[in-house]
T-cell receptor, first 115, second 111 residues
Framework: DAGVIQSPRHEVTEMGQEVTLRCKPISGHDYLFWYRQTMMRGLELLIYFNNNVPIDDSGMPEDRFSAKMPNASFSTLKIQPSEPRDSAVYFC?????????????FGPGTRLTVT | RKEVEQDPGPFNVPEGATVAFNCTYS??????FFWYRQDCRKEPKLLMS???SGNEDGRFTAQLNRASQYISLLIRDSKLSDSATYLCVVNIDYNTGKLIFGQGTTLQVKP
C-alpha cells in the first residue's frame, strides 16, 4: 500500500515567491496533519483536518500560511509570500479514526529553502 | 514551559549498552502517550505506545508515571541500527488524536 505522498521533496525558492506544498494521505484516513520541523523548534503542528474540514489552525504562524483540503485525497499548504525564516522540513501525516492510540503516518517531507 | 520536554542528548553509547530516555509533560489531562523514532533526514515513525502498566516490545520497554507526568523509554542491548532521534509524544485530546511532540533525544550507538 502506498503511504502518505508529498511533493515536491525539495523546494528552493526566493524570498517573496509563492510556495505550494502538496500531500496525498493514505486512503481511508480521516485525519490529515501538517507539521513543520526545524532544529530550533522541533516538530510543530500547523493545522489539521478531519474529513476535509479544518479543525485547528492555531499553529499556523501567520496569514502568509494557508491550507486547504478540497477532497479526501489531496491537501495543499501554501506560503505567500515566502520568507527565509520559513525554511524548514514540512511534513504531512494522516491518521485513521478508530481506537486509541491513534498512529500518525508521516510522509517523507518537503525540504523548503527560502533564500 | 514546553508541553513535552526531553533531554536532547546526544547519548553516545557502545553496542550492547542499556540506555534510558526520560520525558516530562505539562498537561495533566493528557490521554495517550507514545514514542516515535526519527532517522536522520527521514520522517517520524511510531515506535511504541506507552501504557500505564508499562509495556515491552523486544529490547524496548516504555513506562508511564501519571502522578509525576513522566514517561521513559529503556533500550537494552543497543544495536548500531538503534541510532536515531527518539521523540516523546503526548495526545491531549482523545477525540481528535492531536499529538504534541517533544524535541527529541538523539542516540548514537558506537561499535
Amino acid at each position: 500500500d502506498a503511504g502518505v505522498i508529498q511533493s515536491p521533496r525539495h523546494e528552493v525558492t526566493e524570498m517573496g515567491q509563492e510556495v505550494t506544498l502538496r500531500c496525498k494521505p493514505i486512503s481511508g484516513h480521516d485525519y490529515l496533519f501538517w507539521y513543520r520541523q526545524t532544529m530550533m523548534r522541533g516538530l510543530e503542528l500547523l493545522i489539521y483536518f478531519n474529513n476535509n474540514v479544518p479543525i485547528d489552525d492555531s499553529g499556523m504562524p501567520e496569514d502568509r500560511f494557508s491550507a486547504k483540503m478540497p477532497n479526501a485525497s489531496f491537501s495543499t499548504l501554501k506560503i505567500q509570500p515566502s520568507e527565509p525564516r520559513d525554511s524548514a522540513v514540512y511534513f504531512c501525516a494522516s491518521s485513521p479514526r478508530g481506537q486509541v492510540p491513534y498512529e500518525q503516518y508521516f510522509g517523507p517531507g518537503t525540504r523548503l529553502t527560502v533564500t | 514551559r514546553k508541553e513535552v520536554e526531553q533531554d536532547p542528548g546526544p547519548f553516545n553509547v557502545p553496542e550492547g549498552a542499556t540506555v534510558a530516555f526520560n520525558c516530562t509533560y505539562s498537561n495533566s489531562a493528557s490521554q495517550s502517550f507514545f514514542w516515535y523514532r526519527q532517522d536522520c533526514r527521514k520522517e517520524p515513525k511510531l515506535l511504541m505506545s506507552v501504557y500505564s502498566s508499562g509495556n515491552e516490545d523486544g529490547r524496548f520497554t516504555a513506562q508511564l508515571n501519571r502522578a509525576s507526568q513522566y514517561i521513559s523509554l529503556l533500550i537494552r542491548d543497543s544495536k548500531l541500527s538503534d541510532s536515531a532521534t527518539y521523540l516523546c509524544v503526548v495526545n491531549i485530546d482523545y477525540n481528535t488524536g492531536k499529538l504534541i511532540f517533544g524535541q527529541g533525544t538523539t542516540l548514537q550507538v558506537k561499535p
